[in-house]
């Protein structure tokens, strides 16, 4: 069964926040929620470069290990799931998550924060919902995995920046990429979420 | 405006001859400055896009944390990457529960070794019959808000590390979940009466609390531990006061550290919600467990103790054998009449 990750090639990332736009519009998701975002290092400088970054879905995920009540968990191809109906919206995922990924539907004053949101690699959620369904969709989102689909932000990436799938399959296109124009900056946050670099 | 525009065109002419010039000197200079033959390898290579990119790995050991610009308002976004949240993981999932669990059950074992071995400490003259008030209602009060207030947010404290390795087995995940969360918010909102009942507390007792040479001699003789020596001690022994003055001490330490994680990156960034969290639980795991042994000696570990915080009152030998020097003051002020009346709005001595 395929791994599923995220690559964005920082060389071809043009910060034009389709990736979030597409991610908003799919899931529908609430005010104040991003589940990507396009962060921009060394702004205005020689060598900016823009990394789009949501879950990245890492390896032992640490969100998943700290949630006081287990409510994450990885699905068979690597997927980061939770399940709302658990949630106790007590923030430690955020702590953990070494990409900022988690979300909250309020500030959180008090501990309101709400139920946790975040990137479902667009496979919708990890409760008792039924696959596709309206329910699944209100909670979490699109299920584009389930029709055979891609995340909608890398299929929607204007410079192909921003590549979903088999992690073995995207790490090999930016590889032949690498090799083809002469460089690269890396698969960012790899080493962090997967344990492993893409060697060129 | 012809000889206006005349005098534009020359200018023009000028600008671009000087131009030009500059062009010829930058260039010639630029050709000066290349090694011999790197021309011919310039125009062979394609050029590295990437030559003053930053990189992941080296951003990485410039700083903890990659930060960059976001488009967005929420200023915690603009972190891109931040590597510490796998090492608060590890500390939250692995020395956290290996320390609550030394600390806390390591406690429990001593007392009850304590227990086997010492005994409880009797009144060793008896019982005499006599009163004598120790603390006021209000003083009791104080105590009893803290101490209600400490259990309730010990419990549901435990509940966030330990709840899913001791409850959530027991009654499964929808159960726990419902739990948590109830205990989540009783514990947010309790931290304010712990707040009032510790401020309460120091107010009442700083005065009675400061270290002095008794403390030593309190010490030199056991703690009263030993039968056969007697320790003095004022209104509050050495023992008493080291928990006063840890609680001041942790108190404040886990209702700062407990604030900031109530009002998330308020004050704070990534880093700090995380060390906030370490101390919040580190402090609070210590705080637990010198608390049991607060509650071993008020209650099962001394006879006599608890009565104190109970009716406040405790019997004249009792005040005797542990508190002899405020004893000795007390009825010095109140005369031999025994029994106080009531006593007066202002702690006492």
Not at chain 2, 135 to 159: C, K, P, Q, Y
Not at chain 2, 279 to 299: C, E, S
């Amino acid at each position: 069964m395929a791994r599923m990750k995220f690559l964005c090639d920082a060389d071809r990332c043009i910060d034009c926040n389709a990736c979030v736009t597409a991610c908003k519009n799919e899931n529908e998701v609430g005010w104040g929620i991003n589940r990507r975002r396009v962060v921009t290092i060394n702004d205005g400088k020689p060598g900016e470069r823009s990394v789009s970054m949501a879950c990245m879905h890492c390896t032992d995920a640490p969100c998943a290990a700290v949630c006081p009540v287990s409510c994450i968990f990885p699905s068979e191809e690597g997927v980061v799931l939770h399940s709302k109906d658990l949630c106790i919206g007590c923030g430690y995922c955020f702590y953990a998550c070494p990409f900022g990924a988690p979300q909250y539907p309020r500030v959180g004053n008090f501990g309101s924060r709400g139920k946790m949101d975040k990137c479902t690699f667009c496979a919708g959620g990890g409760g008792q919902e039924e696959t596709g369904s309206i329910e699944e969709f209100k909670k979490y989102g699109s299920n584009r995995l389930a029709q055979g689909k891609l995340p909608l932000c890398a299929e929607m990436c204007s410079t192909k920046s921003l590549l979903a799938g088999d992690g073995e399959i995207i790490a090999q296109i930016y590889k032949e990429r690498v090799l083809k124009r002469g460089y690269g900056t890396g698969a960012w946050g790899w080493m962090t979420a997967y344990h492993e670099e893409v060697s060129v | 405006m012809s000889r206006d525009a005349g005098k534009v065109q020359v200018m023009m002419t000028l600008v671009a001859c000087v131009r030009h010039v500059v062009a010829l000197f930058v260039f010639s200079a630029m050709f000066a400055a290349l090694p011999a033959g790197a021309g011919q390898a310039n125009a062979q290579q394609p050029v590295d896009p990437d030559a003053s990119a930053v990189k992941e790995q080296t951003l990485l050991q410039q700083a903890p944390r990659i930060e960059g610009r976001i488009d967005i308002p929420d200023k915690k976004a603009s972190v891109l990457i931040q590597p510490a949240g796998r090492q608060w993981d590890y500390f939250h999932e692995v020395i956290l529960h290996w320390l609550g669990a030394i600390v806390i059950l390591g406690m429990i074992v001593l007392l009850a070794l304590a227990y086997l071995i010492i005994g409880r400490i009797r009144i060793s003259s008896g019982r005499s019959g006599r009163k004598v008030r120790r603390f006021t209602g209000f003083e009791r009060f104080s105590h009893w808000l803290t101490a209600v207030s400490f259990v309730l947010l010990g419990l549901t404290g435990l509940n966030i590390t330990f709840g899913k390795v001791v409850l959530l087995p027991a009654v499964g995940p929808e159960a726990f979940s419902a739990f948590a969360q109830n205990a989540k918010y009783v514990h947010n909102f309790v931290s304010f009466s712990f707040v009032v009942g510790l401020v309460l507390i120091v107010a009442l007792w700083i005065k009675d609390n400061i270290p002095g040479r008794v403390d030593i001699d309190w010490v030199k003789q056991g703690g009263g531990f030993i039968k056969s020596k007697h320790a003095p001690a004022g209104r509050f022994n050495a023992g008493e006061k080291l928990v006063f003055w840890f609680a001041l001490g942790a108190g404040i330490a886990v209702i700062v550290s407990g604030y900031l994680l109530l009002f998330p990156f308020y004050l704070t960034n990534i880093a700090g919600m995380q060390i906030a969290q370490v101390v919040h639980a580190v402090v609070a795991v210590l705080f637990v467990a010198v608390i049991l042994a607060h509650i071993y000696i008020g209650t099962l570990g001394m006879e006599g103790a608890f009565e104190a915080m109970g009716t406040g009152e405790v019997d004249l030998n009792w005040a005797k054998e542990h508190h002899d020097l405020w004893l000795a003051d007390k009825l010095a002020k109140e005369g031999p009449a025994g029994r106080p009346g009531p006593s007066p709005a202002a702690p006492a001595q």
